[in-house]
């Protein structure tokens, strides 16, 4: 198969983390990936490493999003999956038990917005560049890379497992509206056969939380494959984690 004739997808922060594993998983189906990623040397090492093609993007860039979706279509032509992986904590690199700077109470509003602008509003800003594209795909998919952090039903359980965090203003709410959008966008996509759908992770060791996580990379990868390989009969806005649902 060329280029033509492969399935095409796009992964956005992928040049490490579980965006670059869901890349070499998605590159090992036969697809050909396309790794969005913000520094553009990280990105060429990371496409070279799992035989992708790399593409500048930063979420927050509306010219720059316009631009990647314009050189897939002149290279592509179409983009069957579509993987919103790029986010950020806005704390840095932390584990969870230190991401006091979260607390609604005392949180700096910059910080909420620039969460917000990269884990929300680039999911949309991407997710409506690459439409046309999934629209010439016969089964376009698109993947949302959520946190069991953004369950309402878990985070308001005193007894549950999300009890052991600090509350959070930025990162969580944005994995909340994450799930909403996932739900609204697939309400409108349904009837064009485009599937969309959330998921977490998973606690996975990664930069975002310091390497404390207990599943690797490709471990919270697997899910999201999965979701972005669904057949014609597979959910449309649900949310999803390695063992099923995941509760809103």
């Known amino acids: 198969m060329n280029e033509h004739t492969q399935k095409v997808a796009l992964v956005t922060g992928a040049n490490k983390g579980i965006g670059r594993a869901t890349a070499e ?3 090992a189906l036969g697809m050909t990936v396309v790794l969005g990623a913000r520094d553009p040397q990280r990105g060429e090492e990371a496409a070279a490493a799992v035989g992708g093609v790399a593409v500048v993007l930063d979420v927050t860039d ?7 979706a314009r050189w897939i279509h002149e290279r592509f032509g179409r983009l069957d999956v579509l993987v919103n992986n790029a986010g950020i904590t806005g704390s ?8 006091l700077d979260q607390l609604p109470s005392s949180v700096d509003l910059d910080m909420v917005r620039a969460v917000f602008e990269t884990n929300v509003f680039g999911v949309i800003a991407v997710t409506n560049a690459l439409l046309p594209l ?3 795909a016969p089964a376009p ?3 949302n890379v959520s946190s069991g952090a953004g369950s309402l039903a ?3 359980d005193p007894d549950g497992p999300l ?3 600090p509350a959070s203003a930025a990162y969580s709410p944005s994995k909340t509206a994450v799930n909403a959008l996932t739900v609204q966008y697939a309400n409108e996509l349904r009837k064009d056969g485009v599937l969309i759908n959330a998921v977490s992770p998973g606690f996975v060791d990664t930069d975002i939380n310091n390497h404390t996580g207990y599943l690797t990379p490709a471990q919270g990868a ?7 390989t669904l057949g014609a009969d597979g959910p449309t806005g649900g949310f999803f984690g390695e063992e099923g649902s995941v509760p809103w």
Do not use: F, H, K, Y
């Open 62 to 68: 509306a010219a720059g999003v316009r631009a990647a």
């Open 92 to 99: 840095g690199p932390v584990s969870p038990t230190d991401a």
């Open 134 to 136: 999934l629209r010439r």
């Open 154 to 156: 878990l985070a308001s």
């Open 141 to 143: 998919r698109i993947v």
């Open 163 to 165: 009890t052991r965090l």
């Open 25 to 27: 998983q998605l590159a």
């Open 222 to 228: 697997a899910v999201v494959v999965r979701l972005a």
